[in-house]
């Protein structure tokens, strides 16, 4: 069965780095999303990509997280200077074009700032 | 805006009676609701969706839900708890036109031998 993976699964990164989380979408997929979880709070909605560019962010999305399909396969969350209320559970999703948004995630990368 | 609310965040019920998560949902325009399920060191897996269909959904393993707009409820049900249902399971809801998933706060359910 299709699946989304995510990598790595956990990653440990010190205040101020920058970090990319890579996923690897279901292959016919055309919709991507990252969604995140800080512990103990809901999943949040960070963003939507289609079509080569972002189709939906929510106010969690500033200038410090970036979005790329580098190529057919990958799709990366870019954090440019991570703070440690970064901490949390990044998921990967992806969604076919048409129909219902229901969407496929990964099983999460869990990023810790220290 | 849309939100969903999760009335439990843990549910515990013994092998073999039935299971209720119980769900309220809130929406300006007409809805799509989903359940996921998040077991332990893995994704989040779609269990059931409402898409403005038949009001009675069934889901994968024996799940089922009912949306009732007049309660603005979608309440997950199974007959009967088995031991790998034990998981973590989240109420979803976005609308029409939007990919973005709303999710809920979560429900917890432990199954009991």
């Known amino acids: 069965e299709p699946e989304v993976t995510q990598t790595p699964s956990h990653q440990v990164t010190q205040m101020g780095q920058e970090v990319i989380l890579r996923c690897v979408p279901i292959?016919?997929?055309?919709?991507f999303y990252w969604y995140r979880q800080i512990l103990g709070q809901k999943v949040e909605f960070l963003v939507s990509?289609?079509?080569?560019?972002?189709?939906?962010k929510s106010e969690i999305f500033d200038d410090q997280f970036s979005v790329e399909r580098p190529d057919g396969s990958n799709f990366t969350l870019k954090i440019r200077s991570t703070k440690l209320e970064d901490s949390a559970m990044y998921f990967c999703a992806s969604s076919e074009e048409g129909g219902w948004p229901e969407a496929f995630f990964g099983q999460g990368t869990r990023l810790t700032v220290v | 805006a849309q939100s969903v609310t999760q009335l439990d965040s843990h549910v515990s019920v013994s092998e073999g009676t039935p299971v209720l998560l119980r769900c309220n949902y809130s929406s300006s325009y007409s809805p799509s609701l989903f359940w996921y399920v998040q077991h332990p060191n893995k994704g989040l897996q779609l269990l059931l969706k409402?898409?403005?269909?038949?009001?009675l959904v069934k889901g994968i393993n024996g799940f089922e839900a009912e949306f009732k707009k007049s309660e603005t409820s979608f309440h997950l049900t199974k007959p009967s708890a088995h031991m790998s249902d034990a998981a973590e399971y989240f109420c979803?809801?976005?609308?029409?036109?939007?990919?973005?998933?709303?999710f809920g706060s979560g429900t917890r359910l432990q199954v009991q031998p």
């Open positions: 292959s016919n997929h055309l919709y």
């Open positions: 409402y898409t403005s269909a038949a009001t």
């Open positions: 990509f289609y079509n080569n560019e972002i189709s939906e």
């Open positions: 979803v809801v976005t609308v029409t036109g939007r990919r973005a998933l709303t």
